[in-house]
């Protein structure tokens, strides 16, 4: 099996139960979880050796971080403790036609408030196959996104293979900021978790003509034009019926070929935090366990519907169960 | 913004939590809520100003329904303590194929056995410009289809405008003394939320043939006949595909044109109590801030639509929310 | 009304709230059920005096058993205590496209390990109608595939007809075991649930060519060729769209005719288990009082559709609630 | 063992969660009790034969009554249904020194309203030992007083002996009405639960000098002297610490001998309801079997005692169990 | 009755259920509170009409706090919306011998980033009786050590009694920073709530000689030669024996006389938060309806043990059912 | 820090709600503990290296209790899995007079039904300080005597001190067998948890006379004269006033001293479940970190009563949590 760091905050997440508002609750469900956190678990519950790296406070809520992690066989010598508090969010859980409603507390956070990087990276990038990290880390402060690249290249020249998910997030910066950030990290990307509004708003890719949309590729093709370095694209096709109805397709391009999943149709939805993780974790996986393409992509995308039919931010199944998932199909009981 | 007065009953609802049946419940959710109460929350989540009048007793069950109110800045200085009890209701919540069910429990409640009218009416109606009331209040006693006329035409002199909702309640009284009561009311009403089912079983309207039946606003048509005073006439169309998926349209008649909104999907419904009360309350705030016909119904549907996809009979929803939703469609999450 | 005698394990069912796997519970719902038992029930619903016969340990949870019977007016004087331990499952409820997931511990259960009949047969069989037993229970050991037979004998020379529910559970016994046994349990069954896998891979029934699959009752028609002596064929056709969604229609074979019911759409799907049991009550009910067969198939599916809408093994509902059901249809509240 | 009917009204009890007020509960837990339901429980639980008469509504919470009293193993073939309502009311739960407080809603109920003595009572005295009803029932209402006698006397007539806890509640009658009830009544009584309090404000009787105070059966023995009729009277002495801590003794009075139990020490209190009926079916066995007058006393008090460490009304202890508590003692784990 | 004006922070409190450490916490309680909220509220269920001055963000959090004071009737126009956050805590609830322990989430609130009276002030003082105020609010920020004056300036001018209770945090602010404070702050001051360790480590009074002791007012006797403008002083003695069993006295010094309340035995603690605003509501309450100095510290004293009975941070009791309360004693039930 | 390496089994306990029988229970409480799992996770949480290993069924049980180590640092490298499943227990949670009660259903277990010991034992012991097990194990199995015998040789021959915690259960063996595998088993011990009853009737030391008992120590001396290769003995007297409140007193013998803790009220008891093993993990603890007698034995029994507090079978305290615990007292809140 692989050897991955993933890097990134971890937040507490705090959700009230479906069919109530953020202001009729009384009571409010506790998560921990981040983007590259959950990538993590996803990858150490199919058996690989993660270490997840970011820094959170010295409290009670720290302590729970690191028994969260290590729960899931999380690697936490390079989760630092130090700072002022540990980034926060509200998640008012939607439910049919009324949508989730996020509010974010994150500001301050011992993450974000970082501006040296405190690891030690020949250390942490020893022997490590793939480091994954997120667009929202470099969205964080002008510090990250230095850090982010200095991080990109101290992996690189360790031997890693860098695995980097765009994450846009509107709320944290501008597209602006973002695309000359994107200019930066991308040349040293090998694999990139992107899709079409990242290729036009922040790329500036020129949206598809009518002629061109018949190419389901077309968005990555461009990106692949422009970043000929990145190794393989990969994305998932969401469509949107209700807070509780979506329909899921998983994609990937892989030298100049484009391979997407079956569609799953995912209602009802009971968590979707943690989705696009879990899609990543897949297709991780099937990198380090060198699947086919089209296998590669139809785990990834399996691995994702499931994640959507439990509660918390991370993906509860063995690479066994999601084959077997993959394989037997939707809803049959087994006794 | 305008000033309402809402006046009808307000009960205790408890319902079990969906999947049990009442008989197998030992927990039972509680409610505090009547259409006219629910009304009048909408209306003030709105930014109106909203009297609530009605009559409960003076025990630990009164006090909470003053706080429920209170909670939504309704002003409560015409509710009256007094009397025996406060009316109750079980609510087996339905789900799927199965219908919800209701059990009463509100004879000898303080409101409906009232024989006077206690208000200091010149006050409760000064400078309002809405009065709302429903056919549930007339329903309740002899007495009360006395008072409600008495309140129609206090109100009318004041200079109110009067809103009614028919709201016909089989368990309460027969057809016939509801549609004699009808013909009395309705003559100083101004907007009236009425259905086919009330036109022909109570106003004795012949069921459309089906060539009539081409003209969407066959009913609203000949009620407006019958009744030239009405300025506007409200209602939605609702299919039921089950206890939890439900389709929705809102509908209004005005100044003799018809008006209805795009369709909902509704899937699951979390609660559909206080579904109609939304819808008034999205209508009556229409009126009072001037909304063009189509925007008016449009705003009052996706008000319903919301009310569904919560817990509890009382919407929980700025105009900002409603207008938004409204525009963004369905289940996209921000963040 | 008639009497019925139903005999099989039950046990303790431990689930996990939807939306939950097992493995991040911490709260397990407790649930006490078995094929008989439910059957049982629902026929006690029905207001048939009802016996069921099986042994529970003499511990909390056997009386938690006893209390559970009784409540829905069980007779439980043929319930036996005594032996080590009460079967125990656990069940990970589905949701969406991902299935329920069984994980049995019941093996040394006090009904598993009897050696010998314990019950006064004579007296148990006195007066008794039908009498009731499914598949699990010769699956558990060889003694008591001898000693289903025995109960079988004695209760046709006592007088019942006998009622089968096939239920072959896989992980219990090998198809080639369980079809040596219905060789010779069924010659002297009356009432037979049978599905077109039991005719297959039990009973050795060739599977339908393309044309024959047009005559819905081909499977219903071998068997009957098979085992003159049954009089009636009865199941169900379930298409599982996920574990939330099915769509489900009951059948039945009856003096060589094919019946079958409307469909029903299940969705969501609160609990599915115990929905077979509530099928075969509704068919032993219309055998009792006689319905048309038509009738019978529609009671029977009805029920069953009302299981799936709520929370344990054991069907809710009284005859006359079933027959509203059937009548009125999906979904529409009464007040 | 025993054959006893009791009567009296149940009802439908909501209380809120311990350190809630009313006001401020959201869920409501629902027991179904009554004194007399909760003393048949008890004596059920030890192995007698019971019958318990009342009346119910035909809804979804009569049929709720009858579930969880033949899960006790009740006969329920005298439990009538008719009329308008269930008796309800509202406990909000003490803790510390914050008492309990109850609010009834209970006017109107299908028992209190009844008129006729419905039941055969030939047929429900059969081979009965003994008729256990409390002052709850005179309490309801003239007609009743009035049937409370005619149900003694027939009772008697049919070779009864007759119990009769006095449970004097100031809400529902004056001290002189019941006093003057009392006077007709206790002449028909065998076993009698009454107290210091009853003796003073119910029955004339001059309060106990301090001279007089020495003597811990004074009231029993005045009691005695008024009516010579009676065999045994019983009670409780508690006091109350706060609504968490108390202390309890009981007592009788046998053949002018007074025997007094052991003190519990009760704390934490987890449901108070029904420790009084827990008593006195203690008593009532205690009788049935022929216990020496300590054994009884000490027994009835241990199983009073279990009961206000356990939510609910009724008593959920086999005889073995009490037995084991008297012996063993207090809190000691077993394993 | 009177007009009170209450200003200070109001926070999100984000609590365990007892028996639980934070770490181990998946779901949290939510309560809105803050001491100056919580005496507002406590004066306001007594009948007083009371302005609460704060500043909180635009958020769905800010919104649950409108309708949380609201609900108690509490003047909502001088709370200002904006900022960036809503002060947080953790609470950890305490249990026996296992205190309490809270972590601070506080930093940059909406209220603590204030760096002007945004308020019109004339305005909030107009015709106002008392203006309260706690020492936390001066802990804050330098500028609000300032602005606390400022407040009190003006308030004093426009005529109000000033009340301020010390209420020192040591994770906010020095011994010494506050001290000074202080000593600006107390000659504005006509009630004061203040205790022994304030005396000593703010105010500079030496420790009570074993002989000094004996005077049970010694400190508030000193504190009032610093500051004779001082009309009343007053606080409670706690005696802690464990998280869960607290004793209480309250006390006051009033014209230079002492006098305190009866002890209560408060076992177990629902929740100890807002116990201490609870006591000063009761103090002012006394205040504004002229009490006798002793029945004002039994009430006060009557409503702070009440307190310590429920979940949350406000007082739900009125002024009838703390009088019956102080006067019945401790946990009868009446019924 | 040290290393350590704890041996048994591990269960799954299913526990009601405190104020719950079992029989009334719909809903379970799932924990995973065992002794020597337990006395790991305390050492763990003050930062040893800890082993824990057993062996358990390759089920969603099984990985639960994977899942459950790993949060607390535990190294499951020798945690085996096979066998056929995972031993269960029902905890009925005493409160007040009413004591809990245990039913087990442990027959079977992956762990009990080992017959050879499938470690490396070499690799197990390699480098480790302490070996700790307890007398549970033989218990389970006559092949578990022979194989607890052998593991405390082989731990002896790496250079591990021995640490055993006697722990007799009666429902699991004769004091005779007992007695008998003492015998072989205490020669190898370093660290003996042993209390009066173990020796009295299971080393068969004669009850100390009322001379003798003034000597504290006395039934440590005589162990000590028969087992004087034993370094330590260690223990806690607890006072058992009821199911909610304990006293408790940590003792030790060390070099042929006495130490006892200060007494501990513990009331009320959360949790009493793993109580001896906190104190156990505290006494090891003390041992590695080389503490002077009395504060071990204070700081182990500090751990003991915060274990008390929570729920749940492990110790959720760092050392410095239990050091200012030790020192502060009980139940200050700190803010």
Redesign the interface.
Known sequence: MGKVVTLGEIMLR?STQ??????????????YGGGEANVGISLANYGHDIIFASKIPD???G??VF??L????IDTRFLLTGG??LG?Y?L?T????????????R??SSFAEMDTLEWDLAELFREVDIFHVSGITPALSKRWQKMTLELMKQAKKAGCNISFDINY?S?LWSQQEAGQTLQQLLPYVDYCSAGKLDAIHLLGIDEATSKQKVDKAFYYRKMQQMFPNIQLFYGTKRT???????QLIGTIWLENKYYESKM?????????VGAGDAFAGGILHGLLVEMLPQAMVDFATAAS??K?????DCN?FSKEEVER?KE?G??????
């Open positions: 705090l479906a069919g109530n508002r953020l202001v009729q609750s009384d009571l409010l469900q506790a998560h409290t009670a809520l302590d729970a028994k969260h290590r729960r899931y066989r002022q508090r926060t509200y008012e939607g439910i049919g036609e009324r949508a989730a409603s996020v509010l974010y507390d500001a301050g997030r709320k949107v019926h209700s807070a509780s109805a979506n799953h149709d995912i209602d009802p939805i009971v968590d979707r519907a499931l959507h039919t439990i509660h918390g509860q998932f037997v939707s809803g049959k009981i087994s006794r």
